[in-house]
């Protein structure tokens, strides 16, 4: 059963610094593209960051780049993401969600969210003073 569950938010200043985990089950992580998203109640989700893992290959948001490292641990199969320098428009749920193609078929980091298959519950990240 494929599985996606994030960790790692919470209340932070601005300024300030989370990692975010994303622990992935019942797949093989080095055979997806795995994307970070983030949305505000209101508004549309946002593709933030991606990996792929087995080609070391990352992207990033525009919004937030500079501020962003995303990475992996294949023996923990778990996804991070490294946010620094947080801002209050950086609140949001963040959730990691796996690319429904896996890349021996040509699966990559895609913007389209209709794209990947499988999705986390969530952490929310509210940067305040």
């Known amino acids: 059963q494929v599985q996606l569950v994030e960790s790692g938010g919470g209340l932070v200043q601005p300024g300030g610094s989370l990692r975010l985990s994303c622990a992935a089950s019942?797949?093989?992580?080095?055979?997806?593209?795995i994307g970070w998203f983030r949305q505000v109640p209101g508004k549309e989700r946002e593709g933030v960051s991606c990996?792929?893992?087995?080609?070391?290959?990352?992207y990033y948001a525009d919004s937030m780049k500079g501020r962003l490292t995303i990475s992996r641990d294949n023996a923990k199969n778990t996804v991070y993401l490294q946010m620094n320098n947080l801002k209050p428009e950086d609140t949001a749920v963040y959730f990691c969600?796996?690319?429904?193609?896996?890349?021996?078929?040509?699966?990559?980091?895609?913007?389209?969210?209709?794209?990947?298959?499988?999705w986390g519950q969530g952490t929310q990240v509210t940067v305040s003073s």
């Open positions: 969600a796996r690319r429904g193609t896996s890349i021996y078929l040509g699966g990559t980091c895609s913007h389209d969210d209709d794209s990947y298959d499988y």
């Open positions: 019942g797949f093989t992580l080095n055979a997806y593209a």
């Open positions: 990996i792929v893992s087995a080609r070391g290959s990352a």
